[in-house]
DNA sequence: TATATTATTGCACAAAACCGCAAAAACACG
DNA sequence: CGTGTTTTTGCGGTTTTGTGCAATAATATA
């Protein structure tokens, strides 16, 4: 294999997974550990990726992305670090969309072995960076408020779908209301995904707990996990843990 | 064997292969290794293909995965903007995805007033952003590599419609050959695509002229509009004019 | 802190590129 | 046809580039 190859190789592993490792490129390419370490320095000195310890990282993905905008990062993470060990691999899982859920993906170990369906564009990208996961992107309607798919078309290719695991975020849950929404068209959405799949895992953060809206989306008894910031044990989740819901 | 004979053979194997050995071409061609080389270097002199330690590599290959450094913008910021000249209020428009296509988005005005529908996650977020567009993502399997929708369920979902016009990368156009691409299913999806739109506009940087890969899309007939970075009179553009193709 | 992983450095060897030159072939033209 | 000119090609020697190895330093991780 040319070099000139190889680097092209190494930029395409870049722009998908935003990094990569020596100890990977290594195999993948069957070169020595030096070789790779010299054509990352060579793209380093083209400024095309950055290297550290162990690998290389994309530029674009330090300077362009701030992930740190996001509202209540840390809580969502570990969220996301939770709602990961409810996925196992050859599972079918249906996503929604929402930073939740995209904090989710990003904590999805890089072995993983799935299918994925998703509404959300942005989720189906974040997705397509693990090598061993298939992902089907549902299309329809583009919501420019909520960055998902909607109306009939979606809710149509939802019918025929049969999922292990729906994965949702949430606006409103409450104990007695059970999972709630302001939104006909998202409401509409959410029954639709949770029709789709065996299981439910509602993901949300610890304030939206106890708030009930307008809309109905289904009892409580029909989510199976609930996945929060707190822990296990915490007061507010009380009167959750009653039914047959998992807390997690 | 004449020179013009062994520069023949090595181009068809570029385009064959996307690459070639001096090695092997000092094999085949039963010549001295100085004489593949002032081929080769004639060949580069002419712009017909990239020169490398080992051997050549073909200019389609490079651009074919185009990587964050942003490769080529101002080029593609030019086509961009002429790109949006083809745009009217009311139209229908089908799009594919890639960074020139996204960067047409970035060029349209805001007061547009259009349906999209696109085969990009990507693309389909930048229209998000515009207030009087209305935006349909194509749904199906969602590719790794050049991060659109692909597969037998977008192809069928394209059937069913009917765009005014249709506005497509490419990785390869030529005179004679016309549109051509290396990977099947893109093959696939962009025949649907043009099948699936009354006019259709290829969006192309001038690197990708006078190239045929393997796998033919359609005629150059076919294509209505295209757009590229040099001016209309261009030299390089000559061989395409002829055509009932509207260069822009 | 100890241990394992990863980086760095200098070195050696092979492959490829480069340079100048001369033989061979192709061409031009009286 | 013959002769001078140009183009093309191959050869030998030198330089550059690419690759892997081994010893040592730096860095992570428990």
Redo the contacts with the bound molecule.
């Keep these: 294999m040319l070099?000139k190859e190889r680097h092209d190789f190494i930029m395409r592993q870049i722009n998908l997974h935003n990094r990569v490792l020596?100890?990977d490129l290594v195999q993948l390419l069957n070169?020595?550990e030096?070789?790779i370490?010299?054509d990352l320095?060579e793209l380093v000195d083209q400024g095309r990726l950055f290297k550290v310890?162990?690998?290389a990282l994309s530029k674009s993905y330090h300077s362009s992305f701030d992930d740190s905008t996001v509202y209540a990062r840390d809580s969502k993470i570990i969220i996301a670090k939770k709602a990961t060990k409810l996925i196992k691999d050859g599972m079918v899982v249906l996503t929604g969309g929402g930073t939740t859920i995209l904090e989710f993906v990003k904590q999805l170990p890089e072995s993983l072995q799935a299918t994925f369906f998703t509404i959300s564009p942005l989720v189906a990208v974040e997705l397509a960076k693990y090598n061993n996961v298939e992902v089907i992107l549902i299309g329809g309607l583009f919501s420019k408020n909520s960055q998902i798919t909607y109306g009939g078309h979606v809710i149509m290719q939802l019918s025929e779908i049969k999922a292990d695991l729906c994965l949702m975020g949430t606006s409103a849950i409450d104990a007695i209301e059970g999972l709630t929404d302001t939104d006909w068209e998202i409401n509409q959405l959410k029954k639709a995904m949770l029709a789709a799949s065996k299981k439910s895992a509602v993901l949300c953060i610890s304030e939206k707990l106890d708030i009930a809206l307008r809309l109905k989306v289904c009892p409580i008894e029909h989510i199976n996990y609930l996945v929060t910031e707190l822990d296990k044990g915490d007061q507010l989740l009380k009167s959750y843990s009653l039914k047959e819901l998992q807390i997690l």
Excluded: E, F, L
């Design positions: 070099k020596t100890s070169v020595s030096d070789t370490r010299r320095q310890h162990g690998g």
